[in-house]
């Protein structure tokens, strides 16, 4: 401690000859006297010029040392401080994969360990290795995660579906197969077999595929050395099949109601195991946003083959007639098993028809129906009083009876059916249908018929036994039950009889059944004369497009119990297959140029039918006929007509080839425009974009409702600290 010097009360002996020999060390101490007990000790002697120059060489050596102090210092903390800043962050959960952080050079070298976590127990090795590949760094890690939370109720989150195949491919990515203390990735070959069949049940719940499942990120190529993580799966799966005695397959389906999911996930599995002979696609989405799916059957799904013709299903038009939904599940799936089985009635009406299959036009309804029947409702069917209890869910969520909501065109042919050249075919739709209250199913379903050149359909429900046909409504206005026959009255009658009398019990004369007002008809009759009904689904069909549509009453009962679902489906079975194979009669054949160039919207007529179909957009036609002999003419703007006599005898199976080559002409004016009062074109579909407009005032707090997360949304995200967005598939 440096003072101020104290008045001198004693003074120590100083050695001269020392002072003499070294006065610098003197003058050095002279600078900061040392304080002894509070009393100064400086040395009081005379300078002398040496002593002078001694001093002035101690201050500069003293500056050099406080200097040479004060660098080393600086050094040293700029030292610490860049060895502080240049270290790599310590990673956390899940950070690897995003490629935030690097393993410390501090960690122990990693192990090969003992698979420890219960989910992954039955994998074909036993030793992993942490970090795995998503850097979790500890069996504890992983076990509180959300990618092995997925894995540990992904059973019950696809009904079983895809399982265990999943969770070992997840196994494969989190508790990774080690060897020589390195990992051992999967293969890729294998997280894309299973992405393929399986992407579609995720997609059924609303959830993204897992990143962690990513076969380009985390999955390897043989070439790059790999493993088969189902490789113990597949031999476990080897040994049942050899034990099981042989035995002639068959398809095995399971007769059971099915929720909205579970259909859509059986559809998509159907169409994965068939994939070369058919697809899913979606038309549309109901109010609440359920998709209107069809799962389509072909040798060459997604295209319209040429001269190949075109038949549709729909079922579940009424949300609370589930029959017809249930039947055509599983129509879908034994087209699909006994296609692979070499049925070959299944694999000749396959490649020569393109068939589409939607099993349930108003998933809303079906979904009310579906809980209300859960919860026991009444649904008993008393053959004097009739329903007792009847399900809600007949209407779709906008409660619009999706059978009344169509263009009701009939009432323009009514209205029109006495002048000279008017016909009954390709109607154009009023505008003022698109200022009424149009269902989203409605509009899904108008497009897809307008979309694809169809020739045959059927719809199908519940509540009586019988095939009825068009016209639906009658032509007196006031007679609800009178019969109105189309143009085509006679080929309608064969069509309805070619299902009733495929069917077990809908043509029998027993009257002492569900069905029995129509036993002296033979389980046919036409719609108008039944009950009378405006813009129907069948009369739209037919009046709009070249379609021939039916409609099957499939039972009494519109929602039957389980236990009776098995014995519908061998009623149908037969003529659900008849009523296909009944596109093939008639004629069928390409309009074409001189050049050998097909003609779209070319006209095909039958003299004495008012009504014409019209060729597709290659110039191929179709025309149900019965057997007889016809004139066929054919015709286009600017070409000249062709006429042709032809003859279907009763003994042929198939549908006539009927070819026409038409010679350019001057275009002159249709007759028909100055005969027929003007209706719009029939392009025009919506052309005042009214259904969006009407979508959007009906749906205002409803899409608020759908922006809240899926059902399974909180599980994730209450169990695990972390945000799962990755789970999300927007």
């Known amino acids: 401690m440096t003072t101020f010097p104290q008045p001198i009360k004693k003074l120590r002996t100083v050695d001269s000859a020392a002072l003499s020999s070294s006065p610098s060390a003197l003058l ?32 500069q050596t003293e500056r050099k040392r406080v200097k040479m102090k004060a660098l080393w210092t600086f050094l040293l903390l700029n030292a610490l401080l860049t060895a502080v800043l240049s270290a790599p962050p310590r990673c956390g959960a899940g950070n690897y994969w995003q490629g935030q952080c690097k393993v410390s050079a501090e960690v122990a070298k990693p192990k090969c360990a003992d698979i420890t976590l219960a989910y992954c127990d039955d994998m074909p090795y036993t030793k992993t290795i942490y970090p795995n590949i998503l850097e979790h760094r500890s069996r504890e890690e992983v076990e509180t995660s959300t990618e092995y939370l997925l894995l540990s109720v992904v059973h019950s989150l696809l009904n079983g579906e895809c399982t265990p195949d999943i969770r070992m491919l997840g196994c494969s990515v989190i508790a990774p197969r080690c060897e020589n203390q390195k990992i051992l990735k999967p293969c890729r070959s294998t997280c894309e077999a299973v992405h393929k069949v399986c992407a579609h049940a995720f997609e059924s719940i609303d959830m993204a595929w897992p990143y962690f499942l990513d076969c380009d990120r985390f999955f390897v190529s043989e070439e790059e050395g790999c493993y088969d993580p189902l490789e113990g799966l597949r031999e476990r799966h080897e040994v049942v099949m050899d034990s099981v005695p042989t035995e002639e397959p068959s398809t095995i389906i399971q007769f059971t109601h099915h929720s909205n999911t579970q259909m859509f996930n059986i559809l998509k599995k159907t169409a994965a195991q068939c994939s070369h002979i058919s ?27 040429l001269l190949e013709p075109e038949v549709k299903y729909i079922g579940n038009m009424h949300g609370n007639e589930a029959m017809g939904r249930e039947l055509l599940i599983y129509l879908a799936q034994y087209l699909c098993s006994e296609y692979l089985l070499g049925n070959t009635r299944i694999q000749t009406l396959i490649n020569t028809t393109r068939i589409h299959i939607l099993p349930s036009m108003n998933p809303d309804g079906y979904e009310l129906a579906f809980s209300e029947m859960q919860s026991g409702a009444d649904v008993d069917y008393d053959e004097g009083a009739g329903y007792v209890g009847q399900l809600g869910g007949r209407y779709n969520a906008h409660n619009i009876d999706l059978n009344r909501n169509f263009p009701d065109l009939t009432s323009i042919v009514y209205n029109r059916r006495r002048l000279k050249r008017f016909r009954s075919d390709h109607i154009p739709i009023p505008d003022i249908y698109w200022f009424g209250k149009v269902a989203p199913e409605t509009y899904a379903v108008m497009k897809w018929i307008r979309s694809i050149p169809f020739v045959l359909s059927a719809s199908f429900h519940g509540g009586d036994l019988v095939v009825s046909y068009p016209y639906d409504l009658s032509k007196h206005p006031q007679e609800a039950s009178m019969f109105s026959q189309t143009p085509d009255e006679q080929v309608f009658k064969l069509l309805a009889r070619t299902y009733a009398n495929a069917h ?4 029998s004369k027993d009257t002492d059944r569900c069905g029995a007002n129509f036993a002296d008809k033979g389980g046919v009759v036409n719609g108008a004369e039944w009950f009378s009904i405006a813009g129907g689904m069948a009369d739209f069909n037919y009046l709009h497009t070249n379609c021939f549509e039916i409609t099957v009453e499939l039972g009494c009962d519109k929602f039957p119990f389980e236990e009776d679902l098995y014995m519908g ?31 779209k919207g070319a006209t095909v007529s039958i003299k004495g039918i008012r009504h014409d179909v019209t060729t597709a957009q290659n110039g191929d036609y179709w025309r149900l006929l019965n057997t007889g002999i016809y004139i066929v003419t054919a015709s286009a703007p600017g070409y000249t007509r062709a006429m042709k006599r032809i003859h279907l005898p009763s003994r042929m199976q198939k549908a006539g080839r009927v070819d026409f080559v038409l010679q350019k002409s001057k275009l002159e004016p249709d007759v028909d425009d100055f005969i027929i009062p003007y209706l719009g074109s029939y392009d025009r579909f919506d052309p005042y974009n009214q259904h969006a407009r009407y979508s959007m005032r009906q749906s205002g707090q409803e899409e608020e409702e759908r922006q809240e997360k899926p059902w399974w949304w909180s599980y994730f995200a209450r169990s695990n600290s972390q945000n799962p967005s990755w789970l999300l598939r927007n």
């Not at 040392?34 to 001093?55: D, H, I, K, P, Y």
């Not at 077990?504 to 043509?507: E, F, K, L, P, Y």
């Not at 003529?575 to 309009?591: R, T």
Request: negative net charge.
């Open 28 to 59: 050095c101490n002279l600078r900061a006297p040392c304080c002894l007990s509070g009393v100064s000790s400086a040395q009081t002697v005379s300078l002398t010029e040496n002593w002078a120059s001694a001093l002035a060489g101690c201050m």
């Open 569 to 599: 489906w061998e009623e149908n079975k037969e003529a659900l297959l008849s009523f296909m194979e009944s596109v093939h009669k008639g004629i069928k054949g390409i309009v074409k140029d001189e050049n050998g160039n097909g003609i």
């Open 504 to 507: 077990a019990t809908m043509s």
């Open 279 to 305: 697809r899913t696609y979606s038309i549309g989405q109901s109010v609440e946003k359920r998709d209107l799916l069809v799962i389509e059957f072909s040798n060459n799904p997604g295209e319209h083959e």
